[in-house]
């Protein structure tokens, strides 16, 4: 079965640092489009960074400049590097992947999901 499995979520406080891994038990999966998601209870989700084939990134305007999205491919792993945190970065982060497209990846309908990692911020 297809597993996508975040680690890395941790309390952290305002200004610091993580990054957020997810392994992909398939490795072909890095081939398409990937992406971090976050969600807080009784809020809708919101994409945070998307990767395509190309390694090319997107990012939501909240996180532009202080997160990065990559991948290795020799580990089958997506990350997010998360820098000068802010308390509205607190959440639970999951990594997601459409099996069925390498690029456009803000089209991407996500059909794999990890089961997330918690973020907390404090000020």
């Known amino acids: 079965q297809v597993q996508l499995v975040e680690s890395g979520g941790d309390s952290v406080q305002a200004g610091g640092s993580l990054r957020l891994s997810c392994v992909a038990s398939?490795?072909?999966?890095?081939?398409?489009?990937m992406g971090w998601f976050r969600q807080v209870p009784g809020k809708g989700r919101e994409a945070v960074a998307q990767?395509?084939?190309?390694?090319?990134?997107t990012y939501a305007d909240a996180v532009k400049g202080r997160f990065t999205i990559y991948k290795d491919v020799k580990k089958d792993t997506l990350y997010l590097q998360m820098n000068n945190l802010k308390p509205e970065d607190t959440a639970n982060y999951s990594c997601a992947v459409d099996s069925t497209r390498g690029i456009d990846c803000t089209a991407s309908e996500y059909n794999i999901w990890g089961q997330g990692t918690q973020v907390t911020v404090s000020s």
């Open positions: 398939k490795a072909t999966y890095v081939a398409y489009c």
């Open positions: 990767i395509d084939n190309f390694a090319r990134p």
